[in-house]
């Protein structure tokens, strides 16, 4: 308890003081600290995804970044992608496309995506892929997601 | 889509966009580990390090002086141990009483300020075991002399008597149909062979997890991850030995179940904690405890045996398979043998299976429960004889397919069904049409059968006077149910999908309902819908002949929406839309409720076809999809789009399951691969569009003709990627799953 | 109970000496993507994190064509892979940072990382092997410099000293008529931890390969070079005998462990087909 320390970051283009323990991940302080509960664990050792978010303008796994760390950054979450009149693109086409099952993965898929598509926007299919190859979706065989994606690429939505 | 006959929906068959969809990529949508209730507290479980030990004594007394510590639970503060004995919430399972049965067994639980306290109390619990030897598998638990789990267990046999001596064969269950003898005296050609499974994981992205507060005047609240909400709330009622009444589940968003959250692992932890602490308390998983701690799949030994006439017909089917239960009985062998041979007619039929417990995780249902090893092992054989009569493997199938009146070895009748509708599907399909060419690269077929269920739905719709419906059900939606059933009231009603808002609400605001699996939500909640439907039709029709005046009988409610009367004074007509209708209720004797309360067994069985080819690097024993086609008989595509989802899904998880998921164990019973790094699941680079046909053979037991589609797409993957390997290098696979490892045991030669 | 503090340094003599307040309990915090993991199992005592990415050195990534390529320990996968230069110069560097973990983690994940966790299946490390990559530590007596193929002694140890950390590696410009590659054998197509892992760099005077290296990895407690597979190569040109001779020789140099990512028969016959395929490419790429 006595380890606590706060941590001042940009969270969805919103100053943030997040009150975290030294040992929280950043997953762990955007949930509990941030409310960002967009942010989803599912793994909590890289390997599924669910907990991507952007920092300081990159994908990265919330689960493996200490919270500590974030101090003076910039943060995207789920939350911070679409506008406040309408969804992002990749938000209509995941609709559209009928993208998700369950839902879980799909914050995680939406940022991932949503990197991609500011780095590169007219993927290939197998460029998709590639980079989603860390969001795990267990419901959809990630078809209806990477034609969502190539929908939103395309600007169809 | 292959569509026989259809009437002509208005709602039925469009895409519309899911109701809960937007909260679902925004991030708002509430899941079980997104509750954050006052005063929470969370949790941590400690787990058994043994794979078989007795329990000698647990001592929490350091773990409860901790700073930060609230409550220490262990079995000892179960009122009783009773909860059911099915997989739903079996007590010991939850919490070890007398014995841990495998490495991760819960034992104790804490409650404290915080979770790095928790988990850091978990280590100031001290349990002294005896440990005993172990078994791990499945044919080395039915022999003698194996180390017993249970020592007060018998085997339950066919014919109903027990048998007299301690063993690890809880059933043994025999399906028998003609004389499997002279139907194999009658064959040409007869083919047996052994396969093999491993235990694999059903792989939900979210973790489970459970919220509960118990309040003074012992009322339980619970908000769990759970395919169940009414499940839950009997099986923890059960365990804490409180009426029903006293138990409530309030529906969360769930991340996926596939079967695996049937069971409840953690919500009677965390009520008994919320009871010594006054708080309400949290309790999650992490990845390793979902792996090693909750229920996969079985792992099973398997010999198909099926003799066949020159001329393709099957004379004889024989299989004997053990199902892997895990530490308590209860594996899906009973589902596995009715599901091994039944997309065929066969006069001849043998089934044996046994279900066997050792010291593995408690088994739970994965998509198809049992399904996808039992006719992997039956569909493997096909393929041989196809080979061996040099016959197309989809017509040899068509040849012996079971059709309208064909009885299954357990006795069940088929109605109207399409498996040969999706096999000649499959024949048509662009793919199969297409040629494959090209070194190590091979081309496989193969048919899967599920049964699909019913059972009890509870629903109520309210008209409101703007005329949008709210409609609140209990079935929880694990991938568009809310959807599918708001979409059926909508058709039913003549209005459209969009003015029908569907929630899951707690089991205090709607009658019993049965999970959300066997596929059975889509047809379920449509029944439930259609008479909700009737019910609002019904009592908006008397509304009218109060209005107008006239006779009930004089007023019909038309599937168009339109509610019409006599013709008036004037002779001109009367009518109401929907809208028009509904804006008078508040002034003509309030607002309008349907309901319904259904518990149909008219659900009807699925087939499905499935075509792959793929590429195998003879170097390393890689395996690469190169195409793949899913073809299912969905009955009625409600909505088309959720309907290709599952069986996409269904395909890419049995595309694991036969590639490379497996849990892998080291000398002690401890599993080594439990993360998602090393327990496989294929990525988005792993697998390549999984093109679709829905075959619709409407299931007459239906108001619109709804099978049931989520399950039989986990089946055929495995046989037709055997198929497939075997036709690009020559090697027949029958160990799932097919690795890399696997195949270059087979491949290379012993000096390599 | 285990505490986590977390320590951030602005310099190199800054980190050193939170190192060596901290002890054998202090770990450098760069990508983070091994340590968060480890510290979190509880399956190392862990209890101080010492975040070196604000040390300009830690993270930087310039190349000459005289002086060659400085990698910053912490520099993370995607700015390596998205670097002209690398790109032009290296490919054997995309090969490795464009297939360790998914995107978000080369968002992080560092070669300076990469060779401190000392796995025998880090995916970088034949890399820098065949690359003649030398790393620069710093620690209380002052700065030394070691060949990669030295840096690691077994599964998860090296030869940092308590209170050292890793600066910077250093690639040599590429020699004219040379090329490399990495490969690595997965299940999967993404995500997994090699079962075996291979790179290969070749020289050539004309057409006879004047110069080579072959490492491979997952074969033995740390990453290997395999001098045999090199000698079959070199002093002729290329041919089918000179490959298949290099192959079985990593064969031969192979001597693996069985664990659940594979067998040792197979790893033993991996590490022939990879070698093969990265001499191909490596010629390929020699080549122009």
Sequence with gaps: MSDKIIVSATINDEPTDMLVSQRDSLLEALRAAAGALGVKEGCNDGNCGACSVMLDGRLVNSCLVMAAEVEGSEITTVEGIADADHLHPLQQAFLEEAALQCGICTPGFLVAAKALLDENPDPSEHEIRYWLAGNLCRCTGYDKIVRAVQQAAAGTT | MVTTEKPDYKVVGTRPIRHDGVDKVIGRAEYGADIRLPGMLPGAVLRSPHAHARIL??????????????????????????????????????????????????????????????????????????????????????????????????????????????????????????????????????????????????????????????????????????????????????????????????????????????????????????????????????????????????????????GAKRDGTFTAMQAWMAYEAGGYPGSPMGAGTMCVFAPYDCENQLIDGYDVILNKPKTAAYRAPGAPASEYGAECVIDELAEALDRDPLELRMQNSATEGTQRADGFTYGPIGHEECLQ???????????????????????????????????????????????????????????????????????????????????????????????????????????????????????????????????????????????????????????????????????????????????????????VDVEVDPETGKVEILRYTAIQDAGTAIHPSYVEGQMQGGASQGIGMALNEEYIWDEKGRMVNSSLLDYRMPTALDLPMIDTIIVEVPNPGHPYGVRGVGEVPIVPPAPALHAAIYDAIGERMRMLPMSPTRILERTLPDDD | MQELRYAKVGSVDDAVAALQEGGPTARVLAGGTDIIVQARARARD??????????????????DADGGLTVGAATPCYQIYGDAAV????????????????????????????????????????VMYVLEATAELAGPGGRRTVPAEDFCTGPGRNVMQPGEF??????????????????????????????????TQLRFDGDAVSWARVSIGATAPTPLLVPEAAAALVGRPLSDESIAAAAAASKAAARPIADMRGSIKQRKHLAAVYTQRTIAIAADRARG
Excluded at chain 2, 194 to 201: C, I, N, P
């Design chain 2, 425 to 611: 599907a499959a024949q048509d399909s662009p793919h199969y049409q297409s040629e494959l060419s090209g070194a190590n690269r091979g081309r496989g077929v193969a048919s899967g059968f599920w049964f699909n269920i019913g059972f009890e739905t509870s629903m109520a719709a309210q008209v409101q006077a703007d005329g949008t419906v709210p409609l609140v059900m209990g079935a929880v939606d694990i991938g568009g149910s809310r959807a599918s059933a708001a979409m059926q009231l909508a058709e039913a009603l003549g209005i459209a999908a969009e003015d029908v808002k569907p929630h899951i609400v707690d089991t205090d605001s709607v009658g019993f309902t049965f999970l959300t699996g066997g596929s059975r939500t889509a047809f379920a909640n449509g029944w439930a819908a259609y008479e909700c439907a009737m019910d609002i039709r019904r009592q908006l029709e008397e509304r009218a002949a109060t209005i107008w005046d006239c006779a009930g009988e004089d007023v019909s409610y038309g599937d168009d929406g339109v509610i019409r009367g006599p013709n008036d004074e004037d002779g001109a007509a009367q009518e109401f839309s929907f809208k028009e209708l509904a804006a008078e209720l508040p002034n003509t004797g309030g607002g309008i409720v349907g309901r319904a309360d259904v518990s149909k067994t008219s659900h009807g069985p699925a087939f499905a076809t499935h075509i």
């Design chain 3, 87 to 126: 790109r032009e110069h290296y490919p054997a560097l995309i090969d490795c940072t464009t297939l360790i973990g998914g995107t978000g983690i080369q968002g992080r994940a560092s070669l300076g990382g990469n060779l401190c966790n000392s796995s025998p299946s880090g995916d970088s490390l034949p």
């Design chain 3, 46 to 63: 862990i209890d101080l994190l010492v975040d070196v990415k604000g040390i300009d050195e830690v993270m930087q990534l310039s190349f």
């Design chain 2, 57 to 306: 004594g647990i001592d929490t007394s350091r773990a409860e002086a901790h700073p930060g510590v609230r409550a220490v639970v262990t079995s000892a503060d179960f009122p009783s141990r009773q909860g059911e004995e099915g997989e739903v919430g079996r007590a010991d399972n939850v919490l070890a009483h007398d014995k841990v049965l495998y490495v991760g067994h819960a034992v104790a639980a804490v409650a404290a300020v915080d979770l790095h306290t928790a988990e850091d109390a978990l280590d100031l619990i001290d349990v002294q075991y005896e440990v005993l030897p172990h078994v791990m598998d499945v044919r080395d638990a039915m022999l003698d002399g194996a180390p017993i789990l249970d020592e007060k267990l018998r085997t339950a046999n066919p014919d109903g008597s027990q048998g007299d001596t301690p063993t690890n064969v809880a059933q043994h269950i025999r399906y028998e149909k003609g004389d499997v003898e002279a139907g194999f005296a009658a064959a040409d050609l007869v083919i047996e062979r052994e396969y093999g499974t491993t235990m694999a994981h059903q792989g939900y992205i979210e973790p489970h997890n459970s919220t509960a507060y118990w309040s003074k005047d012992d009322e339980v609240t619970i908000w769990t991850s759970t395919q169940g909400l009414f499940a839950v709330r009997d099986a923890v009622a059960g365990m804490l030995g409180l009426p029903v009444k006293s138990v409530k589940v309030e529906p969360v968003e769930i991340g996926g179940g596939f079967g695996g959250k049937i069971p409840d692992y953690l919500s009677a932890p965390a009520a008994l904690l919320s009871r010594k602490t006054g708080k309400p308390v949290q309790l999650t998983m992490s990845r390793k405890d979902v792996l090693e701690a909750t229920g996969p799949t079985s792992g099973t030994h398997l010999r198909v045996k099926i």
């Design chain 3, 166 to 199: 890793l600066v910077s590696l250093h690639f040599p410009p590429p020699a004219p008529n040379s090329g490399a590659a990495f490969l690595r054998f997965i299940p999967r197509n993404e995500m997994d931890i090699a079962v075996v892992n291979a790179a």
